[in-house]
Antibody, heavy 116, light 108 residues
Framework: QVQLVESGGGLVKPGGSLRLSCAAS????????MSWIRQAPGKGLEWVSY????????YYADSVKGRFTISRDNAKNSLYLQMNSLRAEDTAVYYC?????????WGQGTLVTVSS | EIVMTQSPATLSVSPGERATLSCRAS??????LAWYQQKPGQAPRLLIY???TRATGIPARFSGSGSGTEFTLTISSLQSEDFAVYYC??????????FGGGTKVEIK
């Protein structure tokens, strides 16, 4: 069965950096686009970024462009999100999701808290 | 960017009753619309894609309809496990994949 497991969240000071990982299993990872979506406490869902199956096509939401970098390692069945220059408004649960066109499988999420 | 607007924000329904949730797009998204269910402390789960196709394992009491700018998610007879927040999401206008603000279905 499809499994997505995020890790790497935690408490970081404003201006700091964090790298999230998502380990995928149960499907051919290299066949699928993958994405990060976040959810601020008590708020709705916000798409953050996605990456094509080969890694050649990448897009970001305007809110994170220039600060976040998505990447993948198909040999390790893993997706990453490098987050730099973090702000208080980046505080959220970050989910990775498989993206055939819609988000068909989601991980359980990892919490990122940006606070001094 | 396409703005997705869901209504109502909160829907109070008794178990066994029908629930009708609405989602409106600021411009046409054809049938490229998905619905998700999220329970407290859990990740969202895909319910419907292509506006009306149930995802794997989703009970038949969930149905989706609509195209263009107006969409509806109907839960024909609410079960206790259906009380949750529901989100719509358009995937017609890449690269920006936008969600609605959500509808909370609560017990009346």
């Amino acid at each position: 069965q499809v499994q997505l497991v995020e890790s790497g969240g935690g408490l970081v000071k404003p201006g700091g950096s964090l790298r999230l990982s998502c380990a995928a299993s149960g499907f051919t990872f290299s066949d699928y686009y993958m994405s990060w979506i976040r959810q601020a406490p008590g708020k709705g869902l916000e798409w953050v970024s996605y990456i094509s199956s080969s890694g050649s096509t990448i897009y970001y939401a305007d809110s994170v462009k220039g600060r976040f970098t998505i990447s993948r390692d198909n040999a390790k069945n893993s997706l990453y999100l490098q987050m730099n220059s973090l702000r208080a408004e980046d505080t959220a649960v970050y989910y990775c999701a498989r993206l055939p066109s819609y988000f068909d499988y989601w991980g359980q999420g990892t919490l990122v808290t940006v606070s001094s | 960017e396409i703005v997705m607007t869901q209504s109502p924000a909160t829907l109070s329904v008794s178990p066994g009753e029908r629930a009708t949730l609405s989602c409106r797009a600021s411009q046409s998204v054809s049938s490229n619309l998905a619905w998700y269910q999220q329970k407290p402390g859990q990740a969202p789960r895909l319910l419907i894609y292509g506006a009306s196709t149930r995802a794997t394992g989703i009970p038949a009491r969930f149905s989706g309809s609509g195209s263009g700018t107006e969409f509806t998610l109907t839960i024909s007879s609410l079960q206790s496990e259906d009380f949750a927040v529901y989100y719509c999401q358009q995937y017609n206008n890449w690269p920006s994949l936008t969600f609605g603000g959500g509808t909370k279905v609560e017990i009346k």
